[in-house]
């Protein structure tokens, strides 16, 4: 089994940055694909971003580009998010997740993903 844990959720003003972590934890073993996902209430879960082992190969949602950059470190077992110039649109919970079925070729389908955290909650007020 494998636990993520994200923090870094919280309240901040549009035009703002947060930077959001995910530790990850036990059978972490091998390669793997992680990746940043966020929900509204109501609506599906949708991918963020989604970065490879090596950390090359990255993947955003369109409307987060330029603005989002996601980042690992393997030695730790860490990946992050840094936001910047957030919007209120960006509100919802974030969740972190882990794919094993990869290393590359990162995923931008929730249903790809093995593992998930609890989930942490960005506000962004206008």
């Known amino acids: 089994q494998v636990q993520l844990v994200e923090a870094g959720g919280g309240l901040g003003q549009a035009g703002g940055s947060r930077r959001l972590s995910c530790a990850a934890s036990?059978?972490?073993?091998?390669?793997?694909?992680l990746g940043w996902f966020r929900q509204v209430s109501g609506q599906e879960r949708g991918v963020v971003a989604a970065?490879?082992?090596?950390?090359?190969?990255?993947s955003y949602r369109e409307a987060v580009k330029g603005r989002f950059t996601i980042s690992r470190n393997n030695a730790n077992n860490t990946v992050y998010l840094q936001m910047n110039s957030l919007k209120p649109e960006a509100t919802a919970v974030y969740y972190c997740?882990?794919?094993?079925?990869?290393?590359?070729?990162?995923?931008?389908?929730?249903?790809?993903?093995?593992?998930w955290g609890q989930g942490t909650q960005v506000t962004v007020s206008s």
């Open positions: 036990g059978r972490t073993t091998g390669s793997y694909v």
């Open positions: 970065i490879d082992w090596t950390g090359r190969t990255t």
């Open positions: 997740a882990a794919d094993f079925s990869r290393s590359t070729l990162v995923s931008t389908r929730p249903k790809e993903y093995d593992y």
